[in-house]
């Protein structure tokens, strides 16, 4: 069973950073593209950040140049630098299976970020 668990959110005021957390288990049979998203209240999830199982990285056009996703062993981090009150959102790890897991989509909890100006 693949599982996710998102930490390290919290409240920072702009101009500030945060690091979270995905640590991730279960994902031994296949290979996994590990994504982030973050929703605001009363908006939809919007995708955030993404590495590939063959390590290539994508972006959001708001995230350029301000978030670094990477990969150590079982965890996906996403460094947020320079942030931003329009930030603020629930951030979500997702798992998305590679063949033969393809159309096998996992989600975390999510986890908080709160930025003040």
């Known amino acids: 069973q693949v599982r996710l668990m998102e930490s390290g959110g919290g409240a920072v005021q702009a101009g500030g950073s945060l690091r979270l957390s995905c640590a991730t288990s279960g994902m031994e049979r296949c290979r996994y593209d590990l994504s982030w998203y973050r929703q605001a209240p009363g908006t939809g999830r919007d995708f955030v950040s993404i590495i590939k199982s063959d390590g290539t990285t994508t972006y959001a056009d708001f995230a350029v140049g301000r978030f670094t996703i990477s990969l150590d062993k079982n965890t996906v981090y996403l460094q947020m630098s320079s942030l931003k009150p329009e930030d603020t959102a629930m951030y979500y790890c997702?798992?998305?299976?590679?063949?033969?897991?393809?159309?096998?989509?996992?989600w975390g909890q999510g986890t908080q970020v709160t930025v003040s100006s």
């Open positions: 997702k798992a998305a299976g590679r063949f033969p897991c393809n159309g096998l989509n996992y």
